[in-house]
């Protein structure tokens, strides 16, 4: 892993927690940093304070590789990692593996969040589908969705009543198509194009508290004048309620994961986490300045 001694100025503590919020404040930001085909990054878990410093690998486990998704547990105690070798680690706050799921032939994970059943559940980028793992890794996970049910899924996440939302983006290959597919929580199909947006190519997706869509795009997708933003849309009809972007000096470059705390909504991007107040959609600035993030995924802890 290549590392880097120094990290630029960051956004300043007070942009995280406004002044006289009795909340308990942000202590750490973790962000998957990919490698090889997945982007020049540092193939590891990294770790920055709340006001953006760098402290180094939140772990140094070598069944680490290629990071992808990453998502806390229900009771915030554990961090769980999709690894680029097979395999669904949960860590503890200490950056210790407590749980294993053991390597997985084929997995090939994506993105990870955990469902209203209280299961794990991993996009799988190869068979392009959803695999359902229990909390304790301890047996073999469970289809949700058929194999193949999009052409290339993206970030994925549940409603209020269980139902699905699967964003399905382009390829490395240009293989794909950009919208919103949605599924009965039994797996049934309700529709395949939620969303007919031109300037859509998602990467990740959220339902936010409010119900609604919430998907980082960089379109067209792999395109050096590509536009990154983060959209906003309505988990009923589709319609694109707003997009948010940082300010034009700071345009948002290979944005991919998306996290909601508090009231802030973070992305992560080719050098920098961003944050934006959700409710208003007001750009906060960067949260971390780090050179070759190419940062897939992030949780912050309190």
Aim: one cysteine or more; proline letters at 9%; glycine letters at 14%.
């Amino acid at each position: 892993m290549r590392t880097s001694t120094h990290c630029p100025p960051s956004m300043p503590r007070e942009a995280l927690l406004p002044e006289g919020d009795t909340r308990a404040p942000v202590t750490l930001i973790l962000v998957t940093s990919t490698s090889g085909q997945n982007g020049d990054g540092y193939g590891a878990l990294l770790s920055f304070a709340a006001d953006g410093s760098w402290n180094g690998r939140f772990s140094e486990d070598d069944r680490i590789a290629d990071p992808r998704g990453l998502s806390l547990d229900p009771s915030g105690e554990l961090v769980y990692l999709n690894s680029g070798d097979d395999r669904v680690l949960a860590l503890d706050r200490h950056g210790e593996v407590a749980l294993d799921s053991g390597r997985i032939d084929g997995l090939d994970p994506g993105g990870g969040v955990f469902g209203p059943d209280g299961r794990y559940y991993v996009g799988l980028r190869r068979r392009r589908t959803i695999l359902a793992l229990p909390a304790r890794l301890d047996r073999p996970g469970e289809p949700l969705l058929p194999d193949g049910v999009v052409p290339f899924p993206r970030g994925f996440g549940f409603g209020t009543g269980g139902e699905l939302y699967l964003a399905s983006g382009i390829g490395p290959s240009g293989e794909g198509e950009n919208t919103i597919a949605v599924f009965e929580k039994t797996g049934a199909r309700r529709t395949p194009r939620l969303v007919d947006d031109p300037e859509l190519s998602p990467l990740d997706l959220v339902v936010a508290p409010n119900g609604n869509i919430v998907v980082s795009s960089e379109w067209p997708f792999g395109s050096p004048d590509a536009t990154g933003s983060i959209r906003e849309y309505d988990p009923s009809t589709g319609r694109l309620v707003r997009v948010l972007v940082p300010d034009v000096a700071e345009p948002m470059m290979r944005p991919r994961g998306l996290r909601l705390g508090r009231d802030n909504l973070y992305c992560t991007t080719e050098d920098r986490v961003v944050a934006f107040d959700f409710p208003t959609g007001s750009y906060l600035g960067a949260v971390v300045h780090f050179s070759r993030l190419y940062g897939q995924a992030l949780v912050v802890l309190g």
